[in-house]
């Protein structure tokens, strides 16, 4: 399986400012994908990473808000942006390998407190 | 839209006992689902998964049954260890798809 390191791995931040979490992941990859898991919830699906082209955003995620880079095939960036405190979240990287007994697999995660 | 949901929020077992975490699904046209284990801090990590054309598959200490007439699946943890307290999400797939759809989560607790 792929070795995913997201950072950072915690924030607080204010009300109104911006903040970009970065993943990288140990081999080459066609898709990442960004998840937000809100305090107790389940993981939902923010937007689809491929490199070279635009990101694709699930229903209710906008790029203004969530803009993603996916310069290569390791790495990826979600900033979010004009923070408020219905920000505060885990927010989880993936890769899904084509591999049968693997499905996804997840970074460690960025819990985001906002304040 | 269509989703994937659990039973029971929140399971207590004792330690050395089984443990049963189930998950009901409603799109007909999902063929793969997996189970993750999330820990405190961590992000979910995979543990067994199966396919549409199986009904059991057995793993280390883990077990998936996968009842298509029902929809519903569930995941067998033998020997429940304190090691094993974590929150369980199962996720649905249809192959050929990168899209999963996850389950809402149930903790599980294990009393020593």
């Known amino acids: 399986s792929a070795v995913i390191s997201q950072k950072p791995s915690r924030d607080i931040c204010q009300r109104g400012t911006s903040l970009t979490i970065q993943c990288q992941v140990d081999?080459?990859?066609?898709?990442m994908f960004w998840y937000r898991q809100q305090p107790g919830q389940s993981l939902t699906l923010i937007a689809t990473?491929?490199?070279?082209?635009?990101?694709?955003?699930e229903s209710g995620f906008v790029i203004d808000k969530f803009p993603i880079s996916r310069p290569n095939l390791t790495f990826s960036t979600l900033t979010v942006s004009n923070m408020s405190p219905e920000d505060s979240s885990i927010y989880l990287c993936?890769?899904?390998?084509?591999?049968?007994?693997?499905?996804?697999?997840f970074g460690s995660g960025t819990r985001l407190t906002v304040v | 839209g269509e989703s994937v949901g659990l039973h029971l929020p929140t399971l207590s077992v004792q330690e050395g006992d089984n443990s049963i975490i189930n998950c009901a699904y409603s799109?007909?046209?999902?063929?793969?689902f997996i189970w993750y284990k999330q820990e405190s801090g961590k992000g979910p990590q995979f543990i067994i998964d199966?396919?549409?054309?199986?009904d059991k598959r057995q793993g280390q200490r883990v077990t998936v049954l996968l009842n298509k007439t029902v929809k519903h699946l569930s995941l067998q943890i033998a020997a429940t260890q304190p090691g094993d307290s974590a929150v369980y999400f199962c996720?649905?797939?249809?192959?050929?798809?990168?899209?999963?759809?996850f389950g809402t989560g149930t903790r599980l607790k294990v009393l020593a």
């Open positions: 993936s890769v899904e390998l084509r591999d049968f007994d693997y499905g996804y697999t």
């Open positions: 081999s080459q990859v066609t898709m």
């Open positions: 990473a491929n490199q070279g082209s635009e990101a694709t955003y």
């Open positions: 799109n007909s046209a999902s063929d793969y």
């Open positions: 199966i396919r549409s054309n199986m």
């Open positions: 996720a649905e797939n249809k192959l050929g798809t990168y899209k999963y759809i």
